[in-house]
């Protein structure tokens, strides 16, 4: 008896044995669709279902009669209606957008804009500041990551505030939740035309609130606009975005970012559109505005339908065009205006983000989950936008060198305007202890739980807001010199500074070095010398700014300086 029973106790595991092995495949999907439907949230959007939908602009608002008038609401967005796939989200945003709206200017131009904070308190009281560095909001989480203000990342404004009491591009404004605070910034009147960007910059809410979808497009008019060749192109602005939520469709927590990007696939949106399609006529050449507005990720863009014809950088004409067959690095941060001109054949192309290595990825840098390590290792290419070629043929010629050479709009820096002090930035993320004066020291911890020698974000070896303030002299020039510390080893941070942009050279599309003007760079260990060498004018402006390091979980655990510039 014991023996058939052990006999059927086989037969019938064996059966069980195969039937699973058989219905493994189907179990698993049926096991994923059952998840998805449970927590739409909880998994990576799929491109096939919700991408690949018709692209579109951002809404836009233009100034009239050389005023610019528009409202930035700051609240959650509503997750009835704001979804990546069928996840609703709740995140803070401009006016209920998973995107802010494009604001459009001349030079000469006012922006008024009016800033009200409908988030709601959180816990701590908080008190609105004029834009004092003594009177911040020094909060700490959560209840930092409702209060706000603004920045006009690469405009060439005023830091300050006006005798009006409103603010120009000032960082250290604080707006509390439940308060309004207006701006009135002037676009001086020989402003470089080009690709800008503003987002929310208070020191310890700024990644989080980025990593919403709390940025927005600013374009400068005039310049490149006006070239026959680039006018009659289609203008297409790619907000390029790396937002974070959580299963349940939210982003409450900042050390939770790189783990709930991976919700979204670790795709980068584009103006909240995951993989938009872009239609054009073979030979058809369109003007891509290219701005990252993620928050830790590099991106290497490139076409495979043909080569992309750089005209700008950070909103600065280049004066000539550069023409990029191998990737077109962007990093947080940066800006880059291409010409894209459609292959002759029809089909579907696709710009895409290249694979990146460990040693050039921001994101295996900064986290330390070594699942999101390891997935990063072997982060394949990414499609960030579709293009079907299809129709008619339209040849459209590129812009000649004679009309490009005129725009660029400064000229090289002599070394006789070198007249400032030499300037030195040194970023690290490095074991170390801090007291409330004097740098902080470097430390090797005891354990892994050692809660005195832990990492500190650090520039020049101190942690914000602690540490001196940098003072330059208006009507001056400096030679800068940006390093990452020695022993931080295979670190990179991306160098950005506020009102004044600077003057680089870089290695070009041909292999060459050639100059450039930007207002972000990277910044890698052990790099050459020449490549992170910046020479920069300080120009019509006095006041108080700063500059960081634009990995902005970074910039909120501290690394970021006070720069002062003083008559």
């Known amino acids: 008896m014991r023996q058939y029973l052990a006999i059927g106790t086989f037969v019938i595991g064996l059966v069980f044995a195969v039937s699973v092995l058989v219905a493994t495949p189907s179990s698993i999907a049926y096991a994923a669709a059952a998840q998805a439907a449970a927590n739409p949230c909880a998994v990576p959007v799929s491109i096939e279902k919700y991408g690949v939908k018709p692209f579109k602009n951002p809404p836009e608002v233009v100034s009239q009669n050389g005023v610019l008038t528009a409202t930035l609401d700051i609240r959650y967005t509503d997750s009835s209606t704001t979804k990546i796939g069928k996840c609703g989200l709740e995140l803070r945003s401009y006016n209920g957008g998973i995107v802010g709206p494009t604001l459009k200017v001349k030079p000469d131009d006012l922006m008024k804009l009016t800033v009200k904070n409908d988030l709601p308190a959180i816990v701590a009281p908080c008190v609105s500041s004029n834009g004092d560095k003594h009177e911040m909001a020094m909060m700490e989480p959560p209840d930092i990551y409702n209060v706000t203000n603004l920045h006009t990342h690469g405009l060439h404004v005023s830091p300050g505030n006006n005798p009006n009491g409103t603010h120009q591009d000032n960082v250290l404004v604080t707006i509390c939740p439940g308060t309004t605070a207006e701006y009135e910034i002037h676009i001086p009147a020989n402003h470089p035309p080009g690709t800008f960007w503003y987002h929310a910059h208070v020191h310890g809410s700024t990644a989080i609130q980025v990593s919403s979808t709390m940025v927005g497009a600013i374009i400068v008019e005039g310049g490149l606009d006006n070239v026959p060749q680039i006018k009659a192109a289609k203008d297409q602005i790619f907000v390029l975005q790396q937002i974070s939520y959580g299963p349940d469709g939210k982003i409450e927590d900042a050390g939770e970012m790189y783990e709930n990007w991976e919700n979204t696939g670790s795709r980068t949106m584009v103006n909240g559109q995951l993989v938009p ?91 330390t989950d070594e699942k999101i390590k390891s997935e990063v290792e072997g982060t394949p290419e990414n499609n960030i936008v579709a293009i079907d070629v299809r129709g008619e043929e339209h040849d459209m010629p590129l812009p000649s060198p004679d009309e490009l050479r005129p725009l660029a709009p400064y000229k090289p820096i002599a070394a006789r305007e070198l007249t400032g002090a030499e300037q030195d930035v040194t970023f690290a993320v490095e074991p170390a202890t801090c007291g409330s004066t004097g740098p902080c020291e470097r430390c090797t911890p005891k354990s892994d739980d050692d809660k005195e020698c832990t990492d500190k974000f650090m520039v020049d070896w101190y942690v914000y807001p602690n540490g001196p303030t940098r003072t330059l002299k208006l009507g001056t020039a400096s030679r800068w010199t940006l390093a990452v510390a020695d022993t931080s080893e295979g670190q990179a941070h991306p160098f950005h500074i506020h009102v004044n942009p600077f003057e680089m ?23 050459a010398l020449k490549y992170r060498t910046i020479l920069s004018r300080y120009e019509d402006f006095t006041g108080a700014f700063v500059l960081h390091c634009h990995i902005l979980p970074h910039e909120d655990k501290g690394m970021m300086q006070d720069v002062e510039i003083v008559n």
Not at 298 to 305: E, H, Q, T
Not at 505 to 527: A, C, F, H, I, S
């Open 277 to 367: 399609l872009v239609v054009m006529r073979p030979l058809e050449i369109q003007r891509w505005r290219l701005i990252h507005a993620g928050v830790d990720q590099s991106l290497y863009l490139k076409a495979n339908g043909g080569a992309l014809h750089e005209i700008a950088t950070d909103g600065n004409a280049l004066g000539r065009i550069d023409t990029w067959r191998s990737a077109l690095e962007l990093e947080p941060g940066y800006r880059s205006d291409v010409l894209f001109k459609a292959p002759k054949n029809p089909g579907r192309y696709y710009l895409r983000s290249g694979a990146i290595s460990a040693q050039k990825s921001l994101l295996y840098q900064t986290s």
């Open 505 to 527: 050279v870089r290695l070009g599309p041909n292999g060459r070095d050639e100059t450039v003007w930007k207002d972000t760079l990277m910044v890698r260990e052990g790099e």
